[in-house]
């Protein structure tokens, strides 16, 4: 079984830092494109940063410049670094695998329970 645990969430004022990780866990062979993805209270489920197995990188217009994505394949873990925060970065971050290749098989849409972030002076 596979599985994805994030961490570093917490609360941090306007214009702070904080780093996500998440790590998954599990017979893993490899692992396709991960993302970040965060819900914020009475609002959808939003992409925010995503990294193809390559580290290619793409990002929603309101993160560009502050948040930065990356990987490392040998730890099986993605990062969030989010600099200059704002009081609208308040949400639930969730990790998310496209696709985990374990030595069952794949498995696909993995989601990690999410880490509340929240942005407040």
């Known amino acids: 079984q596979v599985q994805l645990v994030e961490s570093g969430g917490g609360l941090v004022q306007p214009g702070g830092s904080l780093r996500l990780s998440c790590a998954a866990s599990g017979s893993i062979v490899t692992i396709d494109a991960m993302g970040w993805y965060r819900q914020a209270p009475g609002k959808q489920r939003e992409l925010v940063a995503r990294?193809?197995?390559?580290?290619?990188?793409n990002y929603a217009d309101s993160v560009k410049g502050r948040f930065t994505i990356s990987r490392d394949n040998a730890k099986k873990t993605v990062y969030l670094e989010m600099n200059s925060l704002k009081l609208e970065d308040t949400a639930v971050y969730y990790c998310?695998?496209?696709?985990?290749?374990?030595?069952?098989?794949?498995?696909?849409?993995?989601w990690g329970q999410g880490t509340l972030v929240t942005v407040s002076s």
């Open positions: 990294i193809t197995s390559g580290s290619s990188t």
């Open positions: 998310n695998a496209d696709r985990i290749y374990s030595d069952r098989g794949v498995v696909y849409g993995v």
